[in-house]
Each structure stands twice: as structure tokens, then as C-alpha cells.
């Protein structure tokens, strides 16, 4: 079963195919996502957050949001903030991976994806420089 199929039951997000023209539009339900897991991430104090528009290059989401935490015990806790608002919303990821280790933290919401840090391993990764054709949109 592939994320797309799973059961509205396990509270993942639906992704609904978007009509053509319409993954420009502003408001699209990954967009809000993406927005308010940025003013999530930034409420915890997070640096350097931002969202990548991945509409135009890939199929298997629709945004990147990055943010980086000073340390593995402030990006655990912004990714935990992220989780537990969401969560209240009745929105849940479909995946976490790196909690333990807390350099790298990946929720997958299927239209939005976070991507929280710590500054070494975004230094390392360097994920925004690999998508640099998408658009990005900064968060202060």
C-alpha cells in the first residue's frame, strides 16, 4: 500500500490529485500546510526556516519546509511541536524518521514534507542547494 492508499482511519492526510492550473494556487491545501508548519517551527525559535515549492519538479510531494534547530534537543523539540499542533488538528504524518538522533528529523505529511536540522547536518546535506531550481519562499 502506498502512501496515497492509506486509510483515512490511520489519520494520514488524504492527497487528492489537484486539477490542472490549479498547483500554482495559493492557497492549495499543501501550501497552507507548509505555512503553518513554518510559523510552527519559527514559534519554537527555529533558524532559517523556509519552504521550497516542489510542485513543478516532483510528484511525490508538493513542499520542502526546512528549519534548523541550534541543537539536537531544540530541533527534537521543534519537531515535536510541529507533531503535537498538527496532531491537535487531527493531522498526522505518514512517516517519521531520526527522532532518536535528532540531527536530521523528516515528518511526512505527503503534500508537505519538514526537514528539521540541526546546523551541522543541514551544512552537510545541504538539501535547499539540491533542489535550487524550486522556488523558495524565507521565513523570519
Given at each position: 500500500m502506498?502512501?496515497?492508499?492509506?486509510?483515512k482511519?490511520?489519520?494520514?492526510?488524504?492527497?487528492?490529485e489537484?486539477?490542472?492550473?490549479?498547483?500554482?494556487?495559493p492557497?492549495?491545501?499543501?501550501?497552507?500546510?507548509a505555512?503553518?508548519?513554518?510559523?510552527?517551527?519559527?514559534e519554537?525559535?527555529?533558524?532559517?526556516?523556509?519552504?521550497?515549492?516542489l510542485?513543478?519538479?516532483?510528484?511525490f510531494?508538493?513542499?520542502f519546509?526546512?528549519?534548523?534547530?541550534?541543537?539536537?534537543?531544540?530541533?527534537?523539540?521543534?519537531a515535536?511541536?510541529?507533531r503535537?499542533?498538527?496532531k491537535?488538528?487531527?493531522?498526522?504524518?505518514?512517516?517519521?524518521?531520526?527522532e532518536?538522533?535528532?540531527?536530521w528529523?523528516l515528518?511526512?505529511?505527503l503534500?508537505?514534507v519538514?526537514h528539521?536540522f540541526?546546523?551541522?547536518?543541514?551544512?552537510?546535506?545541504?538539501?535547499e542547494?539540491l533542489?535550487?531550481?524550486?522556488?523558495?519562499?524565507r521565513?523570519?
Amino acid at each position: 500500500m502506498t502512501p496515497r492508499e492509506l486509510p483515512k482511519a490511520t489519520g494520514a492526510p488524504a492527497r487528492p490529485e489537484a486539477p490542472a492550473g490549479d498547483a500554482a494556487s495559493p492557497t492549495s491545501r499543501g501550501e497552507q500546510l507548509a505555512e503553518r508548519i513554518a510559523r510552527i517551527a519559527l514559534e519554537k525559535k527555529a533558524e532559517d526556516v523556509l519552504i521550497l515549492d516542489l510542485r513543478s519538479l516532483v510528484g511525490f510531494t508538493d513542499f520542502f519546509v526546512l528549519a534548523s534547530g541550534r541543537s539536537d534537543r531544540q530541533a527534537r523539540a521543534v519537531a515535536e511541536a510541529v507533531r503535537e499542533q498538527l496532531k491537535a488538528a487531527g493531522v498526522v504524518p505518514a512517516r517519521v524518521e531520526g527522532e532518536r538522533d535528532a540531527r536530521w528529523i523528516l515528518l511526512d505529511y505527503l503534500d508537505c514534507v519538514v526537514h528539521v536540522f540541526t546546523p551541522e547536518a543541514r551544512e552537510y546535506y545541504r538539501l535547499e542547494h539540491l533542489w535550487a531550481e524550486a522556488p523558495v519562499r524565507r521565513f523570519d
